[in-house]
């Protein structure tokens, strides 16, 4: 159960999130939906995910994602702390945040 009182549902692995998702911050704020999750299967890893806010895309490190749920997400930053997919990383950032940013803007303008 969310902060907001929704029924998230069992917890899930990334590897079954749905896209769509709704997406809530710990104090069960809506943050938006998930666009995509970013991570390498093969090698059992998650980066992340791409989520689709008001505001524009954001991303949500793996270490930032407090929660998979079948019917929503919790992370543990607001959505105005997340970082902003974008060709120019910020500077600062650990090199796994900054990777992870880097697949997140490339999965962004590839052609649909």
């Known amino acids: 159960m969310s ?15 749905k896209e769509g ?6 104090s069960g704020g ?10 390498d ?3 059992d890893v998650f980066h992340g995910l791409l989520l689709k806010t008001a505001d524009g895309h ?3 490190g793996g270490d930032q994602v407090d929660g998979l749920f079948e019917r929503g997400v919790i992370v543990s930053e ?10 120019d990383t910020p500077a600062g ?3 796994s945040r900054v990777s992870a940013l880097r697949k997140a803007w490339d999965w ?3 052609p649909k």
């Open 41 to 43: 299967e093969r090698e």
């Open 78 to 87: 607001p959505v105005d702390k997340l970082a902003t997919p974008s060709a």
């Open 3 to 17: 902060e907001n009182g929704e029924d998230l549902g069992a917890p899930v692995s990334y590897l079954v999130l």
């Open 30 to 39: 809506n943050v938006g939906t998930v666009e995509h999750v970013l991570s």
């Open 108 to 110: 962004l303008i590839q």
């Open 21 to 26: 998702v709704p997406v809530y911050d710990r």
């Open 93 to 95: 950032l650990a090199e």
């Open 58 to 60: 954001r991303f949500a």
